[in-house]
């Protein structure tokens, strides 16, 4: 799990970072607050099926493995 944990952080931290350098206000072209919150949630949602699939992905690979062990 520790693999897992740390590259939903970093892929966290990475948004974070991006969008306080991509605040609307700072942007020379104009950018509603709408799109931007929206594409800030899009992004936690890609990074929490990403998660979701890394775990069910070890879980298959460790049934596996224990069958193999048999």
């Not at 897992?4 to 609307?24: D, E, H, K, Q, R």
């Not at 942007?27 to 800030?40: D, N, R, V």
Request: some cysteine.
């Amino acid at each position: 799990m520790k693999k897992i944990n740390l590259t939903s952080f970093a892929l966290l931290a990475y948004l974070i970072i991006m969008s306080v350098l991509g605040w609307p206000g700072r942007a020379k072209t104009p950018l509603s607050y709408t799109e931007y919150f929206c594409m800030i949630g899009a992004t936690v949602v890609i990074i929490l099926l990403l998660r979701f699939l890394q775990i069910k992905r070890m879980k298959m690979r460790n049934k596996r493995n224990e069958k193999e062990e048999l």
